[in-house]
């Protein structure tokens, strides 16, 4: 399988704060993806990135941003966490035919 | 915007019944994926769908994509509890140097033993 990792698997943080989660890779893949799971939506891409400064929104976008300095990292940073934002989050990459995701960070907002 | 409507939303069986979960479009997609999601991990591929009318077999599930690949179908035969999950369905376009994929919202399975 494909090495990836996301950390932290879970987080609470306060309203108004900043939060920055991680997504690892070890497969030198150019494109990374960011989601978000919330019931009855199913996954939003928030963010993707395809190469290494290289990065583009999705269709949920406002209030993240994202960052890509190394291949192997793709970091998404909440500037101002909402509770509007909590959900679960899931970073992917693409494989030979489909996606492989990470095992997701459970962020909930308080 | 490419929407793909899954259907049903849940559904809940005994172990041994026939399952279809749907997967509609009006958009055309240049491949259709399918992935199981357990709780607290993330989707996994099952299969992936590229040719109109492309039936593939993975043990009791069969998936079928349309002719017009603009929609998808999963049939799993005599469900068994170790089916329980959240189905999800994906289609691809692809255009120059991105690939981006559009999720239904899923069939959340119980097959109840």
């Known amino acids: 399988d494909a090495g990836i990792t996301q950390s932290p698997r879970h987080k609470v943080t306060e309203t108004g704060t900043p939060v920055t989660l991680r997504c690892h890779q070890t497969?030198?893949?150019?494109?990374m993806y960011w989601y978000r799971q919330d019931p009855g939506h199913g996954l939003r891409l928030i963010h993707y990135s395809y190469g290494v400064k290289d990065t583009d929104k999705g269709e949920v976008s406002d209030g993240y941003s994202v960052s890509r300095s190394k291949t192997e990292d793709f970091l998404l940073t909440l500037e101002s966490a909402t509770s509007s934002q909590t959900s679960v989050y899931f970073c992917?990459?693409?494989?030979?035919?489909?996606?492989?995701f990470g095992s997701g960070t459970r962020l909930t907002v308080v | 915007t490419q929407l793909l409507e899954q259907s049903p939303q849940f559904l809940s069986i005994q172990e041994g019944e026939n399952l279809t979960v749907y997967c509609n479009s009006s958009s055309v997609f240049s491949s259709l994926q399918w992935y199981r999601q357990e709780p607290g991990e993330g989707p996994v591929l099952l299969v992936t769908v590229v040719t109109g009318g492309e039936v593939k077999k993975l043990k009791r599930l069969t998936f079928q994509f349309g002719d017009a690949r603009k929609d998808s179908s999963l049939h799993i035969t005599a469900a068994q509890p170790g089916d329980t999950g959240l189905y999800l369905c994906?289609?691809?376009?692809?255009?120059?140097?991105?690939?981006?994929?559009?999720f239904g919202k899923g069939t959340l399975l119980t097959v109840n033993p």
């Open positions: 992917a990459i693409p494989g030979i035919s489909g996606y492989t």
């Open positions: 497969e030198n893949h150019r494109y």
């Open positions: 994906a289609g691809a376009s692809s255009g120059g140097s991105n690939y981006k994929l559009t």
